[in-house]
């Protein structure tokens, strides 16, 4: 078992088991915030084909309802404390780079593409993202965002670049306002996206500069969605909707490409 310093210093004084919670860091080590949050273990089994590489797979998550217009359906909420503890470094960063923009969503769509891509069930050769923003009037198109690192991520979508004719988006993210009737507007009749999240809540997301680092709130709500008609399995939609919570909830893995 995997376990900081200073989180098992942490469980010394609160009294808590090391073996009963789920770890955030790498390779599924146990961090301070997993014992100050008590982020139990789930108790679901992930099968060892879903894991990749030398990256220990994450509990799985089962739906949280049932099988809505073919999709599996996950509700979810995580502390984002962690993003907002290295807000203020990465957003002077982006002010240089970016001119003083630095979004949530972008934080989202690389934790949504990673979590996406975590098992071998789904390994297509480029991921195009599709994005709904201010009540879904504002749309930005990522066509191939597998391969961007959260840098250009944010570079990318604020220059909203228009949405290229005949564009398949394997992934829809959207505000918690964007309405069915809008996403449809956007994509063929006979486009059906493989995954798609809605993000809840009142944080803000765009618009974070150097210096304002306070967050209305720093809990997000989300629902996650797996097409069960994709080739995606059960199981590995349970996985990848585990690895996006724990993406969301660590994003410091997030810098990383790979």
Request: charged share 20%; net charge positive.
């Given at each position: 078992?995997?376990?900081?310093?200073?989180?098992?210093?942490?469980?010394?004084?609160?009294?808590?088991?090391?073996?009963?919670?789920?770890?955030?860091?790498?390779?599924?080590?146990?961090?301070?915030?997993?014992?100050?949050?008590?982020?139990?273990?789930?108790?679901?089994?992930?099968?060892?084909?879903?894991?990749?590489?030398?990256?220990?797979?994450?509990?799985?998550?089962?739906?949280?309802?049932?099988?809505?217009?073919?999709?599996?359906?996950?509700?979810?909420?995580?502390?984002?404390?962690?993003?907002?503890?290295?807000?203020?470094?990465?957003?002077?960063?982006?002010?240089?780079?970016?001119?003083?923009?630095?979004?949530?969503?972008?934080?989202?769509?690389?934790?949504?593409?990673k979590a996406c891509m975590s098992t071998e069930e789904w390994k297509?050769?480029?991921?195009?993202?599709?994005?709904?923003?201010?009540?879904?009037?504002?749309?930005?198109?990522?066509?191939?965002?597998?391969?961007?690192?959260?840098?250009?991520?944010?570079?990318?979508?604020?220059?909203?670049?228009?949405?290229?004719?005949?564009?398949?988006?394997?992934?829809?993210?959207?505000?918690?306002?964007?309405?069915?009737?809008?996403?449809?507007?956007?994509?063929?009749?006979?486009?059906?996206?493989?995954?798609?999240?809605?993000?809840?809540?009142?944080?803000?997301?765009?618009?974070?500069?150097?210096?304002?680092?306070?967050?209305?709130?720093?809990?997000?709500?989300?629902?996650?969605?797996?097409?069960?008609?994709?080739?995606?399995?059960?199981?590995?939609?349970?996985?990848?909707?585990?690895?996006?919570?724990?993406?969301?909830?660590?994003?410091?893995?997030?810098?990383?490409?790979?």
């Amino acid at each position: 078992m995997l376990i900081s310093p200073l989180a098992r210093k942490l469980c010394a004084a609160q009294g808590k088991n090391p073996a009963e919670l789920r770890g955030s860091g790498p390779r599924g080590r146990i961090m301070a915030a997993d014992v100050q949050h008590g982020s139990a273990k789930n108790t679901v089994e992930v099968a060892p084909s879903l894991r990749r590489g030398t990256l220990l797979a994450n509990p799985a998550t089962p739906p949280t309802r049932e099988l809505k217009d073919g999709y599996y359906v996950y509700d979810a909420e995580v502390d984002m404390s962690a993003l907002a503890s290295i807000s203020f470094p990465i957003a002077v960063q982006c002010e240089k780079l970016l001119e003083e923009r630095y979004s949530l969503f972008d934080y989202i769509i690389r934790a949504v593409v990673k979590a996406c891509m975590s098992t071998e069930e789904w390994k297509p050769e480029r991921v195009d993202i599709l994005l709904f923003e201010r009540q879904g009037e504002q749309t930005t198109a990522l066509p191939n965002a597998a391969n961007m690192n959260i840098y250009r991520i944010a570079r990318e979508s604020a220059q909203k670049p228009p949405m290229p004719q005949d564009f398949r988006p394997d992934i829809v993210i959207c505000d918690a306002h964007t309405t069915r009737t809008q996403v449809a507007e956007k994509l063929n009749v006979d486009t059906r996206p493989i995954f798609a999240m809605v993000v809840r809540g009142h944080t803000p997301k765009v618009g974070i500069r150097a210096g304002r680092t306070a967050l209305q709130s720093h809990t997000l709500s989300y629902t996650f969605y797996a097409a069960a008609q994709s080739g995606v399995s059960a199981s590995a939609a349970n996985y990848i909707a585990a690895e996006l919570h724990s993406l969301l909830f660590n994003p410091v893995r997030l810098l990383l490409l790979h």
